[in-house]
């Protein structure tokens, strides 16, 4: 048995949903990418356990995210949240029966881009807003700091394309949206499917944002084509999105390439053994660049600035 393992399960004797329970509670591993989550099998009931990975407390606001997990729990989106302990983030949450994990290929059924935008508008939509807010900029500049602050490396060429990406953040700042409550980190593998409905997990990042984030952020995460954009954003609204929201979307598939690029950065600064987070960073920037420099980009761009 791992060292780390046994840290984990010690972690969740701690926890009073599992009291009774003792060093045979079995752990199954599921997949994570900085965190560790585990499912258990408790008194007939199944929850996932996740223990936050090294480091995260820099850049992850823990009390906010109990918060945040919690109003999603009541928006019937997340995971019923069972327990958050914000002083160290672990979390338990009720496991999804029957949910399928969504990833690029998975996603690309029919179906699954318009049920992801049906749980998204569900929380855009709920009347109560999150703890904090998300701000793409200031993100990307406190990413910035922390990185100068460690001193690595950012893939060439950044400098020139967060330059030009300040023409994004005028177009966007002229046609302010209204803040929702927004996941603000929808990978694929946070999507689970039933086939009747989607859940969405992992509120780490989660805040108050341009509802349209979610959407280009998931687009990019989950590879869309044009066709499942289509379906997404047509499940979204209900019918043929305004040109300036859809313009809105594919700035934000941009701009969360640009940022998690910085959190790839991050990642690899501080040795996160679970994948090559450089290759991810630069795969990230390069798909940016290519996003920024396609003809149509400047036609959204316009789009979004001129509010039709």
């Known amino acids: 048995m791992s060292e780390r393992l046994t840290s984990d399960r010690a972690r969740a004797l701690r926890i009073p949903l599992f009291a009774g329970a003792d060093a045979s509670l079995k752990l199954d591993r599921l997949g994570g990418l900085t965190n560790r989550n585990y499912r258990i099998d408790w008194r007939g009931k199944s929850y996932v356990l996740r223990i936050p990975g090294e480091g995260t407390s820099e850049y992850i606001d823990r009390k906010a995210e109990a918060q945040n997990a919690r109003i999603a ?61 998300f701000e793409l900029f200031a993100q990307i500049d406190a990413y910035l700091d922390l990185l100068r602050k460690k001193g690595a490396t950012i893939p060439d060429g950044y400098d020139a394309v967060q330059k030009e990406a300040e023409k994004v953040r005028a177009a966007l700042n002229a046609n302010p949206a209204p803040l929702v409550p927004s996941h603000c980190d929808p990978l694929a593998e946070n999507f689970l499917d039933t086939g009747d409905r989607m859940w969405v997990v992992d509120w780490e990042y989660a805040g108050n944002n341009d509802p349209m984030w979610d959407l280009g952020d998931v687009s990019v995460e989950a590879g869309f084509d044009e066709s499942q954009d289509a379906e997404m954003m047509e499940a979204y609204f209900g019918g043929r999105p305004p040109a300036d929201q859809y313009g809105r979307m594919v700035m934000y598939k941009a701009m969360c390439d640009l940022l998690w690029t910085l959190w790839g950065v991050i990642q690899h600064a501080n040795q996160n053994p679970v994948d090559d987070f450089w290759a991810y960073a630069t795969n990230r920037f390069g798909r940016c660049q290519r996003l920024m420099g396609d003809p149509d980009f400047s036609r959204h761009l316009d789009a979004v600035k001129h509010g039709r």
């Open 73 to 133: 729990s009541d928006a019937d989106v997340n995971a019923p949240l069972a327990f958050f302990d914000p002083t160290d983030g672990a979390m338990v949450t009720g496991f999804i029966e029957g949910g399928i994990t969504m990833n690029g290929e998975r996603f690309k059924q029919r179906g699954r881009p318009a049920r992801a935008a049906v749980a998204l508008h569900r929380m855009h939509e709920f009347k109560q807003p999150f703890a904090s807010r």
